[in-house]
């Protein structure tokens, strides 16, 4: 694929320094999930990728090893800019949480009794939970249009959330049975 292509409706391709920065902020700014915010901050605001794109980037990031989001800086840096993009996005995006996490670890120890604070990360679970299904919701709107897609999306759901197929198997299933059928079209 062309970076024209990518780059949706930018006259160049992000630089190193604007891969570092703009995952920085996404470093900086998702706390609780950074997902929602990657796809607001790479697809609409930066435009960097289309939603296709983002989707099917996304799909390849969480069938690897690893974060997600750190899979996705590293395909995104890839892109654009090469094994220099790469490590660019990659330390841009883990930065600052890395500083955050070491300094409020020491703040925690100190006060992770209290029931304020037990209270306090007990409403940031929930927030991150709509966060995710809210991105979830984003995500789908690409696939409507694509009836064999929805098909997968369903059987993924109902495999892993009902009938409790372990991750890696609904996907390697899924994958096969989607590749054969696209082939097929082909």
């Given at each position: 694929?062309?970076?024209?292509?990518?780059?949706?409706?930018?006259e160049s391709v992000p630089t190193?320094?604007?891969?570092?920065?703009?995952?920085?902020?996404?470093?900086?700014?998702?706390?609780?999930?950074?997902?929602?915010?990657?796809?607001?901050?790479?697809?609409?605001?930066?435009?960097?990728?289309?939603?296709?794109?983002?989707?099917?980037?996304?799909?390849?990031?969480?069938?690897?090893?690893?974060?997600?989001?750190?899979?996705?800086?590293?395909?995104?840096?890839?892109?654009?800019?090469?094994?220099?993009?790469?490590?660019?996005?990659?330390?841009?995006?883990?930065?600052?949480?890395?500083?955050?996490?070491?300094?409020?670890?020491?703040?925690?120890?100190?006060?992770?009794?209290?029931?304020?604070?037990?209270?306090?990360?007990?409403?940031?679970?929930?927030?991150?939970?709509?966060?995710?299904?809210?991105?979830?919701?984003?995500?789908?709107?690409?696939?409507?249009?694509?009836?064999?897609?929805?098909?997968?999306?369903?059987?993924?759901?109902?495999?892993?959330?009902?009938?409790?197929?372990?991750?890696?198997?609904?996907?390697?299933?899924?994958?096969?049975?989607?590749?054969?059928?696209?082939?097929?079209?082909?």
């Amino acid at each position: 694929m062309n970076h024209v292509e990518i780059a949706v409706q930018k006259e160049s391709v992000p630089t190193c320094t604007e891969l570092f920065l703009g995952f920085l902020t996404l470093g900086l700014m998702g706390f609780g999930g950074v997902l929602p915010l990657a796809r607001k901050v790479i697809v609409e605001q930066r435009q960097w990728l289309s939603p296709e794109k983002f989707t099917e980037l996304l799909g390849l990031c969480q069938f690897l090893p690893g974060g997600n989001i750190i899979n996705l800086s590293v395909a995104i840096g890839i892109e654009f800019r090469g094994v220099r993009g790469a490590v660019s996005s990659l330390i841009g995006l883990i930065l600052a949480p890395t500083v955050i996490v070491v300094l409020l670890h020491y703040v925690y120890e100190q006060f992770q009794d209290n029931l304020m604070v037990k209270h306090l990360f007990e409403g940031l679970g929930a927030a991150a939970a709509g966060l995710l299904v809210a991105t979830g919701l984003k995500m789908i709107k690409p696939l409507l249009r694509n009836p064999i897609a929805m098909c997968v999306v369903v059987a993924a759901i109902v495999c892993i959330a009902f009938l409790k197929v372990p991750l890696l198997l609904t996907m390697l299933i899924l994958l096969a049975l989607y590749s054969s059928i696209i082939w097929r079209r082909v």
